[in-house]
């Protein structure tokens, strides 16, 4: 019982996550809301923003800078809960 | 694993690794890399290291504390420099600009360098500490 429910629920998200996804805008449509100012702003002034000449660098650290320190938080998020739920021996870390 | 010849080899091929490593960080805002693949780098080289010396599990005790200090203090570097940045940005409440410098220089390009290096010794330690943890048979 608990099989058939489980893939029932799975079957309906799945349809109703494609239904969502066929309303999207056609790819490669010049009108898309990707093809905005962003990233002609980020090319273009990118090394007066940053002062960075790599522009990957100027992105992740500087534009999107609170999405690499996620990154990092879950990073050490992972290694200390591995270290404490994980550990063996009796004393405590 | 721990023979003779491993040991000879490693013992020289090492240092440039780590070299290696520490030039991609502080490039990284010149140059392909950053933290994420300087700190990858160096975290191998220590990997390589724990293969031709093996420190048994007294180390491992050590090691935890060394990672948990450097680990809270780069992150909270992290989150200390860019919240700065983040509150200063707008420029007009009186906070002190930092300066971005000539860009193509080393020292350039305000927090850049700092946040690398932040990033590049998490990365490090934690592919480190998995390995570690792992092969000492802790877990």
Sequence with gaps: MKEILSVTLTIVLIVILLTALCEGPEFGNIDNPTNNYVSHRYVEQGVLDTGAVNIVTGIILDYRAFDTFGESTVLFAAVVSVMIVLNKSKEQV | ?139
Aim: net charge neutral; with cysteine; charged share 15%.
């Design chain 2, 1 to 139: 694993m721990r023979d003779e010849i491993l040991r000879e080899i490693g013992r020289i091929v090492i240092p440039f690794i780590q070299v290696f490593g520490i030039y991609v960080i502080f490039n990284g805002h010149l140059s392909p890399g950053g933290g994420f693949s300087g700190g990858t780098i160096l975290g191998v080289s220590l990997i390589l290291r724990n293969f031709i010396e093996d420190h048994g599990k007294e180390g491992i005790r050590i090691w935890e504390k060394t990672v948990k200090c450097f680990m809270c203090f780069s992150l909270m570097l992290y989150g200390i420099l860019k919240g700065y940045s983040f509150i200063s940005g707008g420029g007009e409440l009186g906070f002190l600009e930092i300066p971005l410098g000539t860009p193509g220089r080393i020292i350039s390009g305000g927090m850049l360098l700092p946040l690398n290096i932040a990033v590049g010794i998490i990365v490090c330690f934690t592919i480190y500490t998995f390995y570690a943890l792992f092969d000492k048979g802790e877990i």
